[in-house]
């Protein structure tokens, strides 16, 4: 099992497939920056296509922009395109999900809920 850290790309899109189970599907940034021998700084940006068949309740949550730990099992996906070209793309099988940040709608949504529920929990609060 391989464990790694990124952004999500876009908000993640449920979708029904055969015998009408549903899947989560979503792509990550993972960005790495290293030093070369030189003293250059160096941006290496790996995308990362992922498949969450446990349950489709995490896909509001999962945002573009938010910051996701994931723990699954990569596979390599290789095809030929049009012109002949050998092409690949990372495919992640999520096993577990941790939400570590929140996208930029999430956090408007939060202010708004918190500004509300700390209005009604001062009028509750017995002091």
Request: hydrophobic letters at 35%; glycine letters at 8%; charged letters at 25%.
């Amino acid at each position: 099992m391989e464990v790694v850290t990124g952004r999500l790309t876009a908000d993640a899109k449920v979708n029904t497939v055969k015998g009408d189970r549903q899947v989560v599907n979503f792509s990550i940034a993972i960005n790495d920056r290293y030093k070369t021998k030189n003293g250059e700084t160096k941006d290496n940006t790996r995308f990362v296509n992922c498949s969450y068949w446990t349950g489709i309740g995490i896909a509001p949550y999962l945002l573009k922009g938010g910051l996701v730990e994931l723990a699954g099992r990569i596979d390599l996906n290789v095809w030929n395109d049009m012109d002949g070209k050998a092409r690949g793309a990372l495919t992640l099988h999520v096993s577990n999900i941790k939400l570590h940040g929140k996208s930029q709608k999430q956090e408007t949504v939060a202010i708004s809920d918190s500004q509300t529920a700390t209005t009604e929990s001062k009028e509750d609060v017995p002091f």
